[in-house]
């Protein structure tokens, strides 16, 4: 079935730094690809979207890029900041309209 | 526009209690969802709704639902157990649209005793 992995945390790092979150997925046609994100003591949120191969989702300076060939949605940002903090869940919808979340990866960003 | 909307935040339970979590949201979105968020497990579909009048579930233990309408979701606890303590969260989203995300209400935080 279809199904998503996302690199486990917490994932901690200081202000500027890189950041990378794996993800990939099994899925069988064409999903859309999601990145959402929840702040403490909030709901998720959509941080970003692609919906088809080689499409890149951006928003906020985080960006990922659908790779069909690798079944990848790397979430990277150059420059964190402290805002930043939060878990962020990869998720898919598949052709027949389900949602798949990973588990989630925390980051903390110190200043 | 509210969104998505869930009542209460917070609730404490004792095992053997039922209870009824609310969710509604005024999008007019035929897609509606119910997922439990524990720490280290992600989230967990329970339950969901293509359309009013429609629901179908994921995990068919101790909870029911109903879709009497497009707004409304309820999420019912038939009868309380500790392992139901979770973060339960609702979304809906527009149905039959694969690259539509879903709007997540803020969640209720249940306490089973």
């Known amino acids: 079935g279809d199904s998503v992995t996302q690199m486990e945390g917490p994932v901690t790092l200081s202000e500027e730094a890189f950041l990378t979150i794996n993800c990939t997925y099994t899925a069988t046609g064409y999903p859309s690809l999601f990145w959402y994100v929840q702040y403490p003591g909030e709901g998720l949120q959509l941080l970003l979207k692609?919906?088809?191969?080689?499409d890149k989702g951006s928003n906020k300076g985080f960006e990922a890029t659908y790779r069909k060939e690798t079944t990848s949605f790397h979430l990277e940002k150059g420059s964190v900041q402290v805002s930043d903090s939060a878990v962020y869940f990869c998720a898919l919808r598949s052709t027949g309209n389900q949602f798949y979340f990973g588990t989630g990866t925390s980051l903390t960003v110190i200043p | 526009n509210a969104g998505v909307t869930q009542t209460p935040k917070f609730h404490i339970l004792k095992t053997g209690q039922s209870m009824t979590l609310q969710c509604a949201q005024d999008m007019n979105h035929g897609y509606m969802s119910w997922y439990r968020q524990d720490p280290g497990m992600g989230l967990r579909l329970i339950y969901y709704?293509?359309?009013?009048?429609?629901t179908d579930k994921e995990v068919p233990n101790g909870y029911n639902v109903s879709r009497l309408n497009t707004e409304d979701f309820p999420l019912r606890l038939v009868s309380a157990a500790p392992s139901q303590t979770s973060v339960y969260l609702c979304?809906?989203?527009?149905?039959?649209?694969?690259?539509?995300?879903?709007?997540f209400g803020p969640g209720t935080r249940l306490l089973v005793l």
């Open positions: 692609a919906t088809k191969a080689d």
């Open positions: 979304a809906s989203s527009y149905e039959l649209a694969v690259e539509e995300t879903q709007y």
């Open positions: 709704s293509a359309a009013a009048g429609t």
